[in-house]
């Protein structure tokens, strides 16, 4: 089989444009910046490949530098639409490459300058896809397949753009860009092809991927004040209350506002939501690493601590209470004091589950809203009794 390069042109044409076509698809519907930023690079390789076409068949329009040099600006919004992706600032240092493409269109235009067009075009895109590539590193987790598919695909496409650069030195029978001749033409282009196949799909990919995640992220998240909810807290403390034993306790927290009904009342439901998310900010500042918090609903709060002792959640908790009540105090003026009453209890059974602890720390809150507000009850934890 020969693998002409006007038939290698004609795949990889059709192929960028159906690339293009499929990215903006997905854009119309989810209007995500980076899949309009990729869309727009295979558009521009397809057009360079129709340039390029039409210059082998006699209809000259551009200097033959400019198809090639196109190449250079997909790359660049392929960067582009990466860092778009990764929420990455790129430097403005990147905007060099268009400073150099510009330049090239005016190499001259006879077969000896197509090594030194390969020259500058090859590390250029090799530099531009290796950096989209390594902009695709996880960061503290791991990396959707998606992602790590298009990070795999854009390391490999600029490895080989980076051999390609060193086949300058190859004899002229090997390039010779002027009219697409030579070994080294015709292994680029079938690699292209590839290249278009798999960026597409894994860009599509990596885009889904990032969209579940947030949507499952707003799931989880109250949204008055952006703590986890209820099901969320469902999800997660499983995993805590597993790390708890008898050496290393726990200490789950119930919160609830004094006479947050008179705030709402008397001031307004927009006052309420204000003095929620206040404590939702007093209840962050105070949370250690690896704990949770979540609301519940209305003005009841969750705190899971893991690894403490009796009297650190009980300073947590009067901390918070102490921050709290003096807030309030300054926001809203209201017949009886706005306050928390808390109920913790301690847990060290590491098979029990949330909705256990939880009654039992409501059983506390209960008893320091009896016992007159503004307290809280700790419940210790029961010893684990053996046969
Ligand atoms: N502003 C606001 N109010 C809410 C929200 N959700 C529930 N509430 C109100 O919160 C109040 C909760 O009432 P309670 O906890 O029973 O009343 P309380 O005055 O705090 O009574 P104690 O807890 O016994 O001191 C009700 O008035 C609800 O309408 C919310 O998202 N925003």
Same mark, same amino acid.
């Given at each position: 089989m020969v693998l002409d390069p006007f038939t290698l042109l004609v795949l990889t044409s059709a192929m960028a444009a159906a690339s293009a076509m499929y990215l903006a698809a997905e854009w119309s519907s989810v209007r995500e910046r980076s899949l309009l930023l990729w869309s727009g690079g295979f558009a521009i390789i397809s057009v360079g490949c129709v340039l390029a076409l039409l210059r082998s068949r006699g209809y000259v329009l551009f200097g033959i530098w400019f198809p090639?040099?196109? =190449?250079?600006? *997909?790359?660049? =919004?392929?960067? *582009?639409g990466v860092a778009s992706c990764t929420r990455t600032r790129l430097s403005r240092a990147w905007w060099l490459v268009v400073v150099v493409w510009l330049a090239m269109l005016f190499l001259p235009d006879r077969p000896w300058w197509s090594k030194a067009m390969m020259g500058t075009q090859s590390p250029l895109i090799a530099v531009i896809s290796l950096r989209a590539g390594l902009l695709l590193r996880p960061q503290g987790g791991t990396l959707s397949v998606g992602a790590a598919q298009l990070r795999f695909v854009l390391l490999a496409h600029g490895l080989f753009y980076l051999a390609k650069a060193g086949s300058v030195v190859a004899p002229d029978a090997f390039i010779n860009l002027n009219n697409f001749r030579g070994e080294v033409i015709v292994v680029s282009l079938v690699e292209g092809v590839m290249a278009i196949m798999l960026l597409a799909m894994s860009m599509t990919g990596t885009e889904r991927h990032r969209r579940e995640e947030r949507i499952a992220e707003i799931a989880a998240r109250d949204p008055l004040t952006a703590l986890d909810n209820r099901r969320a807290l469902y999800l997660r403390a499983p995993e805590l209350l597993a790390k708890a034993s008898p050496a290393s306790p726990g200490a789950l927290l119930l919160i609830d506002i004094d006479h947050f009904k008179q705030v709402n009342d008397l001031h307004g439901h927009d006052a309420g939501d204000r003095l929620l998310m206040t404590l939702s900010d007093l209840i962050r500042i105070v949370l250690p690493h690896g704990a949770l918090a979540a609301r519940l609903g209305g003005d009841e709060f969750v705190i899971l601590l893991r690894n403490v002792s009796g009297p650190a959640a009980q300073a947590l908790g009067q901390g918070l209470r102490e921050s709290f009540a003096q807030q309030a105090r300054t926001m809203f003026e209201t017949p009886e004091p706005v306050s928390l009453s808390i109920g913790a209890t301690l847990f060290e059974q590491p098979d029990k589950e949330l909705s256990h602890w939880l009654k039992r720390a409501d059983q506390a809150l209960y008893a320091s809203?009896?016992?007159?507000?503004?307290?809280?009850?700790?419940v210790r934890a029961v010893p684990v009794m053996t046969p």
């Open positions: 090639n040099g196109l =190449l250079i600006s *997909a790359h660049w =919004l392929f960067l *582009a809203k009896r016992k007159g507000r503004d307290r809280m009850e700790l």
